[in-house]
Nanobody, 127 residues
Framework: QVQLVESGGGLVQAGGSLRLSCAAS????????MGWFRQAPGKGREFVSA????????YSGDSVKGRFTISRDDAKNTVYLEMKSLKPEDTAVYYC????????????????????WGQGTQVTVSS
């Protein structure tokens, strides 16, 4: 069982930056692919970014490429999402997710691949 707790959300002006964190419980964090998803009001959940074990593999959604960076610190059981050049359309609840992976060369874009989810943190970007 893995428990995930997101933090770092808030209100920011367009063009600004935020750093989200997701702290995971358990001693096997390093064996999980970690992902970030977001859900805007009235819309479905959207893939944002994912990182494989050891950070060898990363994926990002087209809408955030070049602006958002995912990273992980296995010693701290934490995954981060560095968000820059934020736009009003980035406004959403951001969720952290975890999926066990058998090797380091995997990362997942589909929400159905993930077994554990956090409660989410609100990010609001004002224009």
């Amino acid at each position: 069982q893995v428990q995930l707790v997101e933090s770092g959300g808030g209100l920011v002006q367009a063009g600004g930056s935020l750093r989200l964190s997701c702290a995971a419980s358990g001693r096997t964090f390093s064996t999980y692919v970690m992902g970030w998803f977001r859900q805007a009001p009235g819309k479905g959940r959207e893939f944002v970014s994912a990182i494989g074990r050891n950070g060898f593999i990363t994926y990002s959604g087209d809408s955030v490429k070049g602006r958002f960076t995912i990273s992980r610190d296995d010693a701290k059981n934490t995954v981060y999402l560095e968000m820059k050049s934020l736009k009003p359309e980035d406004t959403a609840v951001y969720y952290c997710a975890a999926a066990w992976a058998p090797d380091t060369m995997l990362a997942f874009r589909g929400e159905g691949e993930y077994d554990y989810w956090g409660q989410g943190t609100q990010v609001t970007v004002s224009s």
